[in-house]
T-cell receptor, first 116, second 110 residues
């Protein structure tokens, strides 16, 4: 079974703090993603990475950065946390099935971040 | 601009009956569609998928139907069970990214 592990289930931080959200996957997947989930807005893509040291902006990258120094680890960084970044953050990894040409995401359990 | 839409935020169904969850999309470049199920305080888990070359895919109690001309897909759950109560997300892929709908909260009443 694919395992995507997010280091914290719940985090409470103060406005202006630098926040690190860590994600590790154990299936040697090439692709990793960070989403945030908000009521009524679904899952929105923040950043993704197709390889080590490679990153691409998603739909809502403002206020965030990422780091992928090793294949299995993808970190999301909030440089200066703000109250509008209070959200559920979901990490995912994926692998392209070369036989079918399809790909599916495997998600971690999520981190509920509250910024006060 | 929401490219994948789930217009029903919630749905309630009696146990044993059929649940039908709907999803509409706007981008004709989407060629692969997925449904995910999410329980509170957990990450979404993959449920079922369909390629654009098909119009139906079944897996046990779950069937996904795709109508490309209408840019519409639906998930049928038959028979519905209380353990199916969760939020269901529709997703679409253009080969580069996944785009998610806003989710439908399904409640199956015993």
């Amino acid at each position: 079974d694919v395992k995507v592990t997010q280091s914290s289930r719940y985090l409470v931080k103060r406005t202006g703090e630098k926040v690190f959200l860590e994600c590790v996957q154990d299936m040697d997947h090439e692709n990793m993603f960070w989403y945030r989930q908000d009521p009524g807005l679904g899952l929105r893509l923040i950043y993704f990475s197709y390889d080590v040291k490679m990153k691409e902006k998603g739909d809502i990258p403002e206020g965030y950065s990422v780091s992928r120094e090793k294949k299995e680890r993808f970190s999301l960084i909030l440089e200066s946390a703000s109250t509008n970044q209070t959200s559920m953050y979901l990490c995912a990894s994926s692998l392209l099935d070369s036989g079918t040409g399809t790909e599916k995401l495997f998600f971690g359990s999520g981190t509920q971040l509250s910024v006060l | 601009d929401q490219q994948v839409k789930q217009n029903s935020p919630s749905l309630s169904v009696q146990e044993g009956r059929i649940s039908i969850l709907n999803c509409d999309y706007t981008n004709s470049m989407f060629d692969y569609f997925l449904w995910y199920k999410k329980y509170p305080a957990e990450g979404p888990t993959f449920l079922i998928s369909i390629s654009s070359i098909k119009d139906k895919n079944e897996d046990g109690r779950f069937t996904v139907f795709l109508n490309k001309s209408a840019k519409h897909l639906s998930l049928h759950i038959v028979p519905s069970q209380p353990g199916d109560s969760a939020v269901y997300f529709c997703a679409a892929s253009d080969g580069n990214q996944f785009y998610f709908g806003t989710g439908t909260s399904l409640t199956v009443i015993p």
